[in-house]
């Protein structure tokens, strides 16, 4: 079974710049999750898709981040400007829709952004 | 809103012996899971050990276990027999429900001496 797929591994901008990201999840998983992971901390939730509706956005910054899951399979983050503090690794996760999970999140190897 | 602490942000073993990483967390739910993540340099985060909260009795897979403590709030890792393949970080989180999204502790990073 293939895993969670992400791309690209790792993107180098200036500020200001965009940049978006890519996230394929597990098939069949219908919750999609991005997470931000600064340097030396934890993952922090982003937004949460189940199937093609956002279910959480509350730690989004709007004004900057989008993200959506057309068509409820692939999922794409866009960050435009571009600041300095969004240097982190942006991270997807997966899960089976309700009913079906056992709390269990399946990452992808996320993708490594350097804001210069 | 949930927390999940763990104060330990960097641990070392020697090779062959055991340690335990600490996780302590904060929440007004009955009903939860805890899970321990282990994160190698530059790879993706995968699942060690998983306990529902219902359950009393502690989570054991091969070398990984839990001490699982609901009343104290803790849930710390024991690993023994610790190998080379063991370095990495090591992410405690909690999860309200099984499709609520995970919220995360600050992490250990753990070094395994040859």
């Known amino acids: 079974e293939a895993g969670v797929a992400q791309s690209p591994r790792y993107k180098i901008i200036e500020k200001r710049q965009s940049v978006a990201f890519w996230c394929n999840p597990i098939?069949?998983?219908?919750?999609l999750y991005w997470y931000q992971q600064i340097l030396g901390q934890g993952p922090k939730l982003l937004i949460q898709?189940?199937?093609?509706?956002?279910?959480?956005d509350s730690q989004l910054p709007k004004d900057r981040f989008s993200a959506e899951r057309l068509k409820g399979v692939d999922s794409t983050l866009k960050i435009q400007p571009a600041k300095l503090e969004d240097s982190a690794v942006y991270l997807c996760?997966?899960?089976?829709?309700?009913?079906?999970?056992?709390?269990?999140?399946?990452f992808g190897e996320g993708s490594r952004l350097t804001v210069l | 809103a949930q927390t999940v602490t763990q104060s330990q942000p960097e641990m070392s073993v020697q090779e062959a012996e055991t340690v335990t990483l600490s996780c302590t967390y904060d929440t007004s739910e009955s009903d939860y899971y805890l899970f321990w993540y282990k994160q190698p340099p530059s790879r993706q985060m995968i699942l060690v050990i998983r306990q529902e909260a219902y359950k009393q009795q502690n989570a054991t897979e091969n070398r990984f276990s839990v001490n699982f403590q609901k009343a104290a709030k803790s849930f710390s890792l024991k690993i023994s027999d610790s190998q080379l393949g063991d370095a990495a970080m090591y992410f405690c989180?909690?999860?309200?429900?099984?499709?609520?999204?995970?919220?995360f502790g600050k992490g250990t990073r753990l070094s395994v001496i040859a």
């Open positions: 098939s069949g998983h219908a919750t």
């Open positions: 989180a909690y999860g309200h429900s099984g499709n609520t999204p995970l919220v």
């Open positions: 996760a997966s899960s089976p829709g309700a009913g079906l999970n056992t709390g269990e999140l399946f």
């Open positions: 898709f189940q199937n093609n509706g956002v279910v959480d």
